[in-house]
């Protein structure tokens, strides 16, 4: 068994793809693939003076993809800035991972939202429904196989497979990926970024997939290279230096079973 099998496609030819397709962004695509991109804090000052700053977007907050740090960045902004964002009526997440609901009324005279930080579905005609109407998509997405890793110990399911199985802490891996179907579910899908973008086996394809998310969002972050993301999203958004400054959130120091390289 293989990670690459259980993401159902070929790491090595498609993470690539995957990346430039959802970078949207020449920037972006530049920094993946390791080519020199010059641009000095006087030139993004400029830039970002020059424009008016957007609060109005729509996190899409993927799973294990250093989605905590940026949520509790922009929940901040939203506080400073007296923005509306959709908030939980009693869960930790908005219906995630079923359509979204669950949340507060805006308090806003339109009843619509400015942005949106916490786990919640994609589903484009609410989003729509709920969202100012010049609203921008971002999102992020990680290596697949650090995501796994970061599933497999965050949900514990090493633990879970020891204790029910009898199985070595240092085969839980192999006999997860031996027996994946007896564990694929809403909390561990089989491709989890892309099920938080509202992707179904059974409905979509996985390029027309992707190349729709292409014409849909403003920025894709990828969370193995978050400096650069950051001052992306920053000259996306158009925002001051204070609030792109960010506190790492949630982040496991040490995992205890997993994947290695």
Same mark, same amino acid.
């Given at each position: 068994?293989?990670?690459?099998?259980?993401?159902?496609?070929?790491?090595?030819?498609?993470?690539?793809?995957?990346?430039?397709?959802?970078?949207?962004?020449?920037?972006?695509?530049?920094?993946?693939?390791?080519?020199?991109?010059?641009?000095?804090?006087?030139?993004?000052?400029?830039?970002?003076?020059?424009?008016?700053?957007?609060?109005?977007?729509?996190?899409?907050?993927?799973?294990?993809?250093?989605?905590?740090?940026?949520?509790?960045?922009?929940?901040?902004?939203?506080?400073?800035?007296?923005?509306?964002?959709?908030?939980?009526?009693?869960?930790?997440?908005?219906?995630?991972?079923?359509?979204?609901?669950?949340?507060?009324?805006?308090?806003?005279?339109?009843?619509?939202?400015?942005?949106?930080?916490?786990?919640?579905?994609?589903?484009?005609?609410?989003?729509?429904?709920?969202?100012?109407?010049?609203?921008? =998509?971002?999102?992020?997405?990680? @290596? $697949?196989? !650090?995501?796994?890793? /970061?599933? +497999?110990?965050?949900?514990?399911?090493? %633990?879970?497979?020891?204790?029910?199985?009898?199985?070595?802490?240092?085969?839980?891996?192999?006999?997860?990926?031996?027996?994946?179907?007896?564990?694929?579910?809403?909390?561990?899908?089989?491709?989890?970024? =892309?099920?938080?973008?509202?992707? @179904? $086996?059974? !409905?979509?394809?996985? /390029?027309? +997939?992707?190349?729709?998310?292409?014409? %849909?969002?403003?920025?894709?972050?990828?969370?193995?290279?978050?400096?650069?993301?950051?001052?992306?999203?920053?000259?996306?958004?158009?925002?001051?230096?204070?609030?792109?400054?960010?506190?790492?959130?949630?982040?496991?120091?040490?995992?205890?079973?997993?994947? !290695?390289?």
């Amino acid at each position: 068994p293989n990670l690459s099998e259980f993401y159902d496609f070929n790491l090595k030819t498609e993470l690539p793809n995957f990346v430039s397709v959802l970078g949207l962004n020449l920037d972006f695509v530049n920094i993946i693939t390791e080519e020199k991109v010059a641009i000095t804090s006087q030139d993004l000052q400029s830039y970002v003076s020059r424009k008016p700053q957007n609060y109005r977007f729509a996190f899409v907050k993927t799973h294990k993809c250093a989605s905590d740090t940026l949520a509790a960045n922009f929940m901040r902004l939203a506080e400073e800035k007296n923005l509306e964002m959709p908030l939980p009526v009693g869960e930790w997440n908005l219906n995630w991972p079923k359509a979204p609901g669950g949340f507060f009324n805006s308090r806003k005279k339109s009843g619509r939202f400015d942005m949106t930080a916490l786990h919640m579905m994609y589903y484009p005609d609410i989003w729509n429904r709920i969202m100012e109407d010049d609203y921008k =998509l971002i999102s992020i997405v990680r @290596q $697949p196989y !650090k995501q796994f890793k /970061s599933y +497999f110990n965050y949900f514990g399911l090493y %633990k879970k497979i020891n204790q029910k199985f009898k199985i070595p802490y240092n085969e839980t891996v192999e006999y997860f990926l031996d027996n994946r179907d007896a564990f694929l579910s809403n909390v561990l899908p089989a491709n989890p970024m =892309l099920f938080d973008f509202g992707f @179904q $086996p059974k !409905k979509h394809n996985v /390029s027309c +997939f992707i190349n729709y998310l292409q014409q %849909k969002f403003s920025l894709i972050m990828i969370t193995d290279y978050f400096e650069e993301s950051v001052v992306l999203l920053r000259r996306e958004l158009c925002l001051p230096m204070k609030d792109a400054l960010m506190r790492n959130a949630n982040v496991a120091r040490n995992y205890g079973w997993g994947p !290695k390289k």
